[in-house]
């Protein structure tokens, strides 16, 4: 292995290592406290649903264009892109419902994480596009993987902001 792909594999492990201590800090702090109730159950389980055949459908539709279409992206941006086509699907679906966050969880707090989400995974994309290296010739490569989930998690910020835009209008209303 040449020093370019352990570079690769010591920044990918030391974001995974990352996301876990950030994840664990916010289970800590019990901002993801995650007790729904029999609804949000329900709610949830049928968007997972939804999620997993989403999943498979476009897994199944990645490697179908890459059969007809040769090569148009990287192994790792294909696989991004399904998964975050099926957590959107997964995440729109339980906000719809009012089942995306728990009822102790702090939706501020949870909203905030997304847009630094967001802004950061953007930003390496936008830095990424700027040295030219998001496409080798012609083939999407795995440094789409960060502009790919800045958009999943701007597209359920959105959602969620103007579901409950919405919600609070239909409450003052009544």
């Known amino acids: 292995m040449d020093h370019y792909h352990a570079g690769i594999m010591v920044g990918l492990a030391a974001g995974i290592v990352a996301g876990l201590i950030f994840v664990a800090f916010l289970f800590k702090k019990k901002v993801l406290d995650c007790h729904f109730d029999e609804r949000q159950e329900l709610a949830r389980g049928k968007a997972f649903q939804y999620g997993f055949f989403t999943l498979l459908i476009s897994t199944y539709a990645y490697g179908t264009s890459d059969v007809v279409f040769g ?27 009012d089942a995306y966050l728990s009822l102790r969880e702090k939706p501020r707090v949870v909203m905030t994480m997304f847009a630094l989400l967001s802004a950061l995974n953007l930003g390496f ?49 009544e």
């Open 71 to 97: 090569r148009w992206c990287d192994a790792l941006a294909g696989v991004t892109i399904c998964l975050a086509v099926s957590l959107c699907v997964f995440a729109v679906t339980c906000i719809l419902k």
């Open 125 to 173: 994309g936008v830095m990424h596009v700027l040295h030219g290296e998001l496409v080798e010739d012609g083939v999407l490569t795995f440094r789409a993987v960060n502009p790919i989930i800045g958009l999943a998690t701007l597209v359920i910020l959105i959602v969620y902001i103007v579901n409950h835009l919405l919600r609070s209008r239909e409450e003052e209303a």
